[in-house]
């Protein structure tokens, strides 16, 4: 299975930016996809965004359409979220899974990492 180590999470004041990584043990296929997904205490995890890294097709939640953005460095093997104008609301930790873009479900996912927006 493929490794996946999430990064860049912590503090920012609203309005604010912030980039997260994720970095792929290996090297990744591009029959893969990436995804960044997040969760709240007390709530379920939610879709957040989505890569293949073949084609670099991307998918978006609507809570973050045109304020976030996903990006890949295939060479890297690691993924991006750019995320801006960022709101309190987008407070959680944030995780990064990967799956064959065959499959319907994430297989191979981090640790996470946290990002609080302050107000």
């Known amino acids: 299975q493929v490794q996946v180590v999430e990064s860049g999470g912590g503090l920012v004041q609203a309005g604010g930016s912030l980039r997260l990584s994720c970095a792929a043990s290996g090297r990744t296929f591009s029959s893969f996809v990436m995804g960044w997904f997040r969760q709240a205490p007390g709530k379920e995890r939610e879709f957040v965004a989505r890569i293949t890294w073949g084609g670099g097709s991307t998918s978006y939640a609507d809570a973050v359409k045109g304020r976030f953005t996903i990006t890949r460095d295939n060479a890297k093997n690691t993924v991006y979220l750019q995320m801006n104008s960022l709101k309190v609301e987008d407070t959680h930790v944030y995780y990064c899974?990967?799956?064959?873009?065959?499959?319907?479900?994430?297989?191979?996912w981090g640790q996470g990492t946290p990002v609080t927006v302050s107000s």
């Open positions: 899974a990967n799956r064959s873009i065959d499959a319907r479900t994430y297989d191979s």
